[in-house]
Every structure is written in C-alpha cells, then in structure tokens.
C-alpha cells in the first residue's frame, strides 16, 4: 500500500529554516532516516515545504474563488513536509515513523494516510451500477 | 521508552528487520534455514520482553545478539547430545567450538550489510528459476509460503517443499553467502535481476489464472529492485531493471479496462499513468545510460520509456522504437524480442513492414503455440485491410492463451473483423 507520511507543522517549521549547528544536525539525522527507507526499498518521495508564509490559498465557494495569502493560523494543523512510502501494511508504516529523528526541536507530530488505491475507487463504481 | 509495545507493532518491526537478521545469521551458520529459525527465535524473544521493556533504542541489533546468543546455546547443546551419544570418544569438531567463539566475540558487532550476499545466494544458479523466486520472496521478502503460493497459483504444500529443497541445496553446495567478485559478479548478477524480473512479470503479466495482474507481486519486485539499487550504486543494468519495473508499473491502473479486460498500451488510459513511478523510472534510466547502460534492462527500460514520454498513443516516436529493438536483439536475442520488434516495425513503417519482418521468426519453435505471435500476425492484417485472414489468426490466438481475461480481448479483435469467410461466402 502506498501512505502519504506528513509531518506536521509547528512554531518553529513556521519560521524560515536558518542554517545553524543544530538545525544542520537535525537535517543530517534526518538523511540517514532517509537512507534507512531508501535501503528498505519503501521511499518514494519526499520533500520538506516552506513555511505556510509563503503560501496561498484558493477558497471556494460555487463559482467563486478567493486566494488568500499565507501564513496561516492553527499551524499546528498545516503540513512541513511529506514522504511517500510504498508499505505492505500500515502497522509497517507505524514502526518506520517511530524510528524516525523527531522532525521539530520541540512536540511534533506525524500523520500516516493510505493512498486512495484502484480496489477502493472501483468499489464506489461498483455500488453504483 | 518505557511503555510496552504491543504483539502487532512488535512484529512489524520483526519485519523490517528480518532480512538483515537473516543474512547477518546466515553468514555466520552457513546455513538459511537455521538463520531463519534463529531469527524467529529472536522474535519470540523480543514478543516476551517488550511489552515490559519497551523497544529498545537499536532494535535490529538488539534482535541480532538475542539471535546470536540463541545460535551459541544451539551449537552448545548439539555439542552435549553428541558427548551423550557418542560411546566412542571421537575427537569432536573443533570447529564446533570455533564457531560458538566466533560468534561470542561478534555478539557487539554492528548490524553489517550482508543483505547483498543473502540476495547473490538466494538467485544462485544452482537453484532452478522457480526455486530462486520462492526463496528470494521468503527470505528477502518476507512473504509467507502460503502468500507465495497464492502469488505463484500454487499450493502452500509445493511452495515450502520447493524452498526446502533450495536450502539444503545451498548447504550441500557449501555457499558461502558472499557477494561474488571478479568474473562471476556478472554473471551471478544477470541471475539476480533475472529472478526480480520474473517476480515482477509474475505479477504484471499473470501468464495462468483469471486474473492478468497480480499488483503485489510487482510491488515486491519493485521493493527489491529499489534495495538492490541502493547496495549496488554503480551498476547500469541494476538501474536498467529498476527503471523498467517502474514504468511498467506506473501503467498497472490503466492496464484493465473498465470491464475487467486487458487494454493494449495504445489504448490504455494515459490519464491513470502513475506519474510518480514513470518519473521514477525515467531517472533510474538516466542513472543507468550514464553508467554506459546498453544492456537488455537498460534497452528494453528505454523502450518502456518511450511510451511513457508520450503525451498520446499517436505521439508514440515508433522509429526510436524500432529502433532500440534492433539494438536490443543484438544483446538479447530472442523470437520474442524478434517478435516485438517486428510490431514496433509495424508501427514505424507500415503493417507490411512488420508482416515482412514476422515471416522471419514465424518458423521458430519457441513462437509455436504461443499466443502473441497469432495476434501480433492479426492485428497487422486487420490493419492491412485482410480482415477474414485477422480473423483466422486472432481465433488461433484466443485458443492458444492460458489467460481467460486475455481470450475474451482476443475474441472481441476476431469478431471486429466481421462474419468468417466461409458465412460470408454462404
């Protein structure tokens, strides 16, 4: 099964990322975790997001659409970065983000979301015919 | 870490670590079926002791010395029955002793990457195809035998019989679960990439059963091609593999149409392509062309390329295709790489081109009986406008396929040709 990993966002991801002795070693952490699942032959992509900052939005609502500039509020609902991993089950996915560095210096969370697959889309157009 | 863990998450990470444990076991016993029981025994352990210690910081190695440490109580244990049975004092092995040493004195060792070495011995030659498949999903995988026979539409009994087999004909044989260097590197590596593309094929192309598509086989097959790539960072054709079991993965949505049947490529869905994967794909192949990639995996990745570039079935570059299957018979012969080629010549220069170039392979005993080459033969026909002749060819077609899904598409191409000549002429 394919999940989206996300981390979440917090104060500090907020802030544009300033190179420092601790940040460098966070990230260098970060890129054995890295390694551990480009070894196991799970990873897929990954990427880190810019602070919602520099964001936008797009509202919608009927026929209307309203962009709206970042940062956003409740930050700790926004996302700092995201994997795709290509897992046999979710309790697999679960171990991996345990072994993962603690993205943020303070409480961080990450969030497991199975991909939406070819079996789950079809069941919608089977009760449907 | 102090709270406990629970059944489930222990076993997950059992799982990821499995495979390691099992080659780092295996090299030091010489022996994979004992590897493996010793890290089943290891997980025992680690499901007793969890939930009341935690997991610890470095689980794997923490898995390994429980493991090492049951291997030691083994050999020490055989070593006694022996003393107890043997009236005639013979002078024991004293490699016995040599080994539980050693073993003892490894007990602090980091976890090593003998992975690779647990790969080149499972896709020894000396196994048949078959075996090398099974046991490469087993050990390397971490399937059960019970998902293996379901895999290979075959029963559980047969699957653990063949694996035992394969393991004690790794011990007789004496391999030594090293990384091949030298001469033998390359030809031991042709067998392994051969055993994760027949497991992909397995999946991506079901050659039995009712089902054309076995996606989690093609999902194992990729895992281990992405693993394979990591340890072998400057082989082209590992790259070469990589990338064609990408793309042709990214079409695995788009593979069967609406009504269960298998759609061609040109027909196929471009929309549900897996982006993802066909880029992916496409930077494996770069990585393998810029290692000098011109080998079967490499070419044949090209190809699959080729269809992943273009935006439209009419966009496909046929010349660029013809093209690479002249070069990839020279490394690759085969009737059917001549068979695809012959297609590909169709599409570039005309059905006539590609009916020219089938009468060469047309003879071969290999094409006879199998069912592409009939519907190949078809569909230049029914593009040449000779549509009784298509309809004689994709008959034969539809009888000669094992795939129920298949013969279905095949019938539906006989019966786009019109009534049969004889009702046409009654």
Redesign the interface.
Known sequence: MRVMVLVKATEDSEKEFVATPETMAAMEEMGRFNDEL????????ADGLTPSSRGKRVAFDGPRRTVIDGPFAETRELVAGFW?W?V??L??A???V?RCPNPMPGPSEIEIRPIYE?ADLQKG?DSGD | MAAGETHQATEAIFRIERARLIAGLARIVRNVDLAEELAQDALVIALSEWPRTGVPANPGAWLMTAAKRRAIDAIRRDKMRERKHEEIARDLDGDVDDTAEAIEASLDDDLGDELLGLIFTACHPVLSADARAALTLRVIGGLTTDEIARAFLSNEATIAQRIVRAKKTIAKAGLGFEVPRGAERAARLSSVLEVIYLIFNEGYAATAGDDLVRPSLCLEAGRLGRMLAELMPDDAEVFGLLALMEIQASRLPARIGPDGALMPLTEQNRARWDQLLIGRGLAALARAEALGGNGPYALQAALAACHARARSADDTDWPRIAALYDRLRVVMPSPVVDLNRAIAHSMAFGPEAGLVLLEEVAEDPALRNYAPLPAARGDFLFRAGRLAEARFEFDTAAKLTRNARERAFLRSRADACGPSVRKAAG
């Open positions: 480009r070894k196991a032959g799970i990873l897929l992509a795709l290509e046999k089950d309790d697999e679960v171990a991996w345990k070819m157009s």
